[in-house]
């Protein structure tokens, strides 16, 4: 089957959820115009692309592709966020957030909800994947791929979410669980926590060829991430690296970065305020990686300790005017 036809039976399928989608079978059509209208005013040669820089693809393709994409990643990541917020949440966190109304049903809708948000952000992808494929295709071009750099950018590529790594690290850690769910799509072939060479790094498979595996590797410490932060450019570090990245403390935490304070990885400015923390990931790699833990555990509490140590030094001196 076409992955067109899959995707549409798929975001039927989804209705009721109303869930925003890429409008592949839209998006096609205004391809195909492209390369009539091109072809009807060159009939010299009717096996010509039509131009890099189309009025027609231009001024309709990509406005229309971009407010689908926003509208998915963002409806994704709010109810990613909400999720998550539930499963997470104790006490009289939890009695508040059922008062409001945002418990609705079970521990099993939980998970079958996480388990249905994880399939529909990676068809998304490869729905957005496909689409730009085809337009560098038809174009003899790079645009297509220009176009994902600054949808990256912008924030609003899917596979950038931390709520995307969040979600994976959830339905890995409620894998266990002795829960009836029912049947996954097709689609979804589940995600896992992978070690190579002492390296650990977020698997999750769709259908038998698509893989996308997460990096969770620490690219200042160069360790496995240990209290995991999503800055807003979707790279992964340690909190307390991440902190030490934006010339802040972690008494101070990463909302009081400078906004000239730029991500070591890919040198994007601004993207300490909205960082997340990943705590769905913590609780997995604390599982996992016992030995490891332990061990960052104690080294990390004697840093925290010295921090906090100096920042109420420095606190105490502003205030006597020492």
Sequence with gaps: MKFCKKY???MQEQ???KLPAVGLKKLKKILKKCSRDFQTHNAIDSTQPCPHHCPVCDGTFFPSLLNEMSAVVGCFNERARKLLEIHLASGLGKCFIWFKGKMKGTHVALVQEGRDLVTYALINAIAIRK???KYDKIHYSKQGQVFKSQAQSMHIEILQSP???ELMAFHINLRETKVNLSKAPALFEGCSLKVNDDKPSLSCELF?????DIDLTCSICLDTV?????LTCGHIFCYLCACSAASVTIVDGLKEAEQKEKCPLCREAGV???AVHLEELSILLSRSCREYWGERLRTEKVERVRQAKEHWESQCRTFIGV
Excluded: H, M, R
């Excluded at 240990?226 to 999503?230: A, E, K, Q, Y």
């Design 163 to 165: 709520w995307l790594c």
């Design 226 to 230: 240990f209290d995991p932060v999503s």
């Design 272 to 274: 300490y305020e909205g």
């Design 131 to 133: 689409i730009l494929k």
């Design 208 to 212: 038998d060829s698509v893989q996308i």
């Design 15 to 17: 209705e009721k959820k």
């Design 8 to 10: 549409q039976e798929y």
